[in-house]
């Protein structure tokens, strides 16, 4: 998932790029509002981290263009400028929250999940599919309670499959939020990523699938038709397998 940080304080830009990394972000950073405004254009991020005192225009017309053409990325405000009034001023014009310099990259990262979560239709960090669950927070899978071994890029496209359940995602969606527009391989590494988490998640739920191929368009979450017990280990996992 890709995350844009507007911030002309080269050292504020690089701790939360930082932070955003290590929540398994893509980060694009922006010095200047009319930058931003223009990334926007090219890239869909999954939430914008928005300064106010930037060197051209200020954050607050940042955000004011940014609602005034429907665009409903989620944006926080991470701002020096902690008055209520400024605060109350944001909120009214479309941000989603409101964080003041110092901040926690802790925290900051979790309002980032909070948000990304919210908008997507999810209150709960783990998003369940039946016996699948995907949890945003500590970035895991699990089948009854059993771990999916993934790794980071077969996790990435389970989490926007999970963030966006029930819409049909196409390849090249999941190619920008891996890769970030940065050497992007081919589409066909797509159904590679989805083959491996199919077979993955079928060794732990009995065979079935979650994953659905909708042809000429993509690839979608949903809940699996099939029947299966509520609870089951990883022993009898296998069982329903071979059965």
């Known amino acids: 998932m890709r995350l844009l940080v507007v911030e002309d304080e080269n050292g504020i830009a690089k ?3 930082g932070a955003c990394v290590e929540g398994g972000f893509i980060c694009h950073l922006s ?6 405004l223009e990334m926007l254009k090219l890239y869909d991020y999954e939430a914008i981290i928005l300064d106010l005192m930037l060197p051209d225009i200020d954050g607050f017309e940042v955000l004011s263009r940014i609602r005034a053409i429907k665009d409903n990325t989620p944006i926080i405000v991470l701002s020096g400028l902690s008055s209520t009034e400024d605060k109350v001023r944001c909120l ?16 900051l990262m979790a309002r980032v999940f909070a948000v990304v979560r919210r908008t997507s239709g999810h209150s709960s960090s783990i998003i369940t599919v039946g016996p699948l669950e995907i949890d945003v927070k500590h970035k895991c899978v699990r089948v009854y309670g059993n771990d999916v071994n993934l790794t980071s890029k077969e996790y990435s496209v389970i989490e926007l499959l999970a963030l966006k359940k029930g819409s049909v995602l ?3 969606t999941f190619l920008n939020n891996i890769y970030g527009g ?6 066909k590494i797509v159904d590679v990523f989805i ?3 199919r077979r993955k998640i079928a060794e732990l739920a009995g065979g079935l ?3 659905e191929t909708v ?10 038709d099939t029947e299966v017990p509520t609870t089951i280990s990883l022993e009898d996992s296998g069982k329903l397998k071979a059965g």
């Open 195 to 197: 083959c491996k988490l």
């Open 215 to 224: 042809w000429g368009r993509g690839y979608s979450l949903r809940e699996c």
């Open 209 to 211: 699938n979650f994953i």
């Open 182 to 187: 940065i050497d992007e391989p081919d589409l």
């Open 31 to 36: 010095d200047a509002g009319a930058d931003a």
């Open 92 to 107: 009214s014009l479309g941000a989603d929250d409101y964080l003041t310099k110092p901040f926690s990259k802790t925290e």
């Open 15 to 17: 701790r939360v790029e």
């Open 170 to 172: 196409a390849k090249e």
